[in-house]
């Protein structure tokens, strides 16, 4: 799959493009990962389901979604012609789970890939259980390989000790590209309430302040695959997607800054550009993984 | 069709204190017309100046002074990012991302008798609808409430729009008790409520509502992450599932909550 651009937005912090349109030019976007969807509908966890940090944010949205039914019907005829590649992300309880919603996608010609979420630390069901251990994250890339034919990028969790064993378990099993990181789980207490804020207790944390973890676990991957590698956590600006690329990613994604600035994304595309060209730089594949 | 969204570096022309706790700004576009809005709608407002926040603040459209290319937020200070919005001072620039919402279902009839109410700063929103109201040749009658008779706001402005009936807590100006105990509620009936505030307030409208079967809409007052639909963070329970306040509200009918 080629992308117009590196710069992508990250599944769950841009919906599925359109909620986006008056703001956002969405075709000068490489491409736009879709919510998290699942075979069956969810109804995600209760409300509140997200609290602020000092630089960041915390969620414990548990992928609401309609399943993978509802969009094929509803919601791909509205965004299949959209000028960007269209990716869905998917998850699953089981790695059966994970292929039948990923066949789904299969038939669905304008889409050129899926995200493969088995990272999300909302759900007790599955989801990060998968992704935190390399038997784990490998039976559910065999399982969603037999069943999808396009692109497949697996997303990876930042919740483990080893995230290298895990980008070599699922490249081994046929991934065409890892994405990292997803969130990290954490948690806020109100003083007041003696409590807890966020309705399950913990959520994943994202934002600025995940970057500095985000960039070194994606330089630590890129110099251990062979794959292509798609950078993400706390990216704001080019400068922050530079960073990513430079430590090895071929493209990033954008997730949490597009609630501070929903154009956030094309400031991106445009600053990497400016870049490029002050400093005489051919195309961003010439700074792929250069900084030492 | 909701009107087209856009981020806009609004100007600060003037930050008026109403007492201690609340501030009224009154902002511009110095470059182009203010996007169209509808009463009910709100902006997600951009908090510059806060080392402790992080995300934008939803805040209700107050009031449209279109001869003055005027949008108004009416800020309650609670934590550190009102209080941050708060200080904003003349010739500030406040970048707000708007309209957002759904925004009040407005009468269809202009003999239509219609009850807004509110209390603290929720009357916010009840301005610009009573104006618009106004606009269209209809008439409404205010309840609000409030603690003490200084926290009573923009009193002067409604009373330009339409009858006006207060309740303090402290009986410190209009009927004492609260916005649902005013003798008007069991005076006369109204072919429909709109109703924003804290939410044991709104609730106890609903029950008065539902007694009197007035249909009544209600204006949540949800944390939000993006206020465009995309995040999932303000959800909502209703008959139809957990959907988003930001695009499915903030408005409601009180028949889809689950209250
Ligand atoms: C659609 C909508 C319209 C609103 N209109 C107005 C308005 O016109 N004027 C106004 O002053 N406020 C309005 N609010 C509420 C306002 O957004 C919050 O008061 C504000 O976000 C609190 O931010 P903070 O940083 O000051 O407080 P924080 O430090 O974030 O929180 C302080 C306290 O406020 C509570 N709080 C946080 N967010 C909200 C929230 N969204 N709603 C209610 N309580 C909250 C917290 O639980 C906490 O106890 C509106 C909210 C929504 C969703
Ligand atoms: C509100 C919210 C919802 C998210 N939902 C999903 C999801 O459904 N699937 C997924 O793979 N990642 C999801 N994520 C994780 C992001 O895609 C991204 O991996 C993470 O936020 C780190 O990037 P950032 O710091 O740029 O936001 C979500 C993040 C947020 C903030
Ligand atoms: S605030 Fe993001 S969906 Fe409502």
Redesign the interface.
């Given at each position: 799959m080629e992308l117009r651009n590196p710069v992508m937005t990250a599944s769950g912090t841009f919906g599925y493009g359109t909620e986006f349109q008056d703001v956002v030019e969405l075709g000068r976007i490489g491409g736009i990962i879709m919510k998290g969807t699942t075979y069956e509908p969810r109804q995600g966890n209760d409300y509140p389901r997200m609290a602020e940090t000092t630089g960041g944010m915390l969620n414990c949205v548990g992928l609401q979604n309609k399943g993978v039914r509802y969009f094929a019907e509803h919601i791909y005829p509205l965004i299949r012609k959209i000028d960007s590649r269209m990716i869905v992300n998917v998850s699953g309880s089981s790695p059966q789970d994970y292929a039948r919603c990923a066949a789904v996608v299969d038939t669905l010609e304008d889409i050129p890939a899926i995200e493969l979420n088995i990272s999300c630390p909302n759900v007790h069901d599955g989801g990060m259980a998968f992704g935190v251990t390399t038997d784990g994250a490998a039976s559910v890339v065999k399982a969603v390989r037999q069943a999808y034919h396009k692109t497949l990028i697996v997303k990876l969790s930042p919740n483990v000790t080893d995230i290298v064993s895990i980008a070599k378990a699922v490249e081994a099993e046929g991934a065409d590209s890892v994405s990292l990181i997803n969130t990290l789980m954490g948690t806020v207490i109100d003083i007041e309430k003696r409590k807890r804020t966020l309705s399950i207790g913990t959520g994943g944390l994202s934002g600025p302040c995940v970057k500095p973890i985000a960039l070194r676990m994606v330089y630590q991957v890129a110099h251990a695959v062979d794959i292509p590698v798609i950078g993400l956590g706390g990216i704001c600006n080019a400068t922050d997607a530079i960073e990513f690329i430079m430590a090895g990613a071929s493209a990033i994604e954008i997730g949490t800054a597009n609630f501070l600035d929903p154009a956030v994304s094309m400031k991106v595309v445009d600053g990497i550009n400016e870049w490029l060209d002050a400093h005489n730089v051919a195309s961003v594949r010439d700074i792929i993984g250069v900084a030492e | 069709m909701l009107p087209?969204?856009?981020?806009v570096d609004l100007t600060v022309r003037s930050n008026q204190s109403l007492g201690e706790r609340f501030v009224l700004l009154k902002c511009t576009d110095t470059s182009a017309h203010l996007p169209l809005m509808l009463p009910g709608q709100f902006a997600q407002l951009?908090v510059d100046n806060s080392?402790?926040?992080?995300?934008?603040r939803p805040i209700s459209i107050n009031y449209v002074d279109i001869d003055k290319n005027e949008v108004w937020f009416l800020i309650q200070k609670v934590g550190a990012g009102s209080q941050a919005l708060a200080s904003l001072q003349s010739g500030d620039i406040l970048n707000a991302?708007m309209p957002l919402g759904n925004g009040f279902a407005m009468p269809t009839n202009t003999t239509d008798r219609y009850l807004l109410t509110g209390g603290g700063v929720g009357t916010a929103p009840l301005l610009y609808m009573g104006r618009c109201i106004r606009d269209m040749g209809g008439r409404s009658t205010f309840l609000l409430g409030a603690r003490t008779a200084s926290m009573l706001l923009e009193l002067d402005m409604f009373r330009v729009l339409g009858d006006v009936y207060v309740t303090t807590e402290d009986g410190s100006m209009g009927e004492s008790g609260f916005v649902t105990q005013h003798s008007i509620l069991r005076e006369q009936r109204f072919d429909m409520i709109s109703v924003c505030g804290p939410s044991p307030m709104m609730k106890a409208v609903a029950r008065y509502a539902r007694k009197t079967n007035t249909p009544c809409q209600v204006s949540l007052e949800?944390?939000m992450?993006?206020?465009?639909?995309?995040?999932?963070?303000?959800?909502?329970?209703t008959v139809r599932?957990?959907v988003c306040v930001c695009?499915e509200g903030p408005v409601f009918d009180i028949n889809e909550l689950n209250w």
């Open positions: - | 087209r969204k856009s981020i951009r080392k402790t926040t992080f995300l934008r991302l949800n944390m992450a993006c206020g465009l639909g995309a995040c999932l963070c303000c959800v909502e329970k599932g957990n695009t």
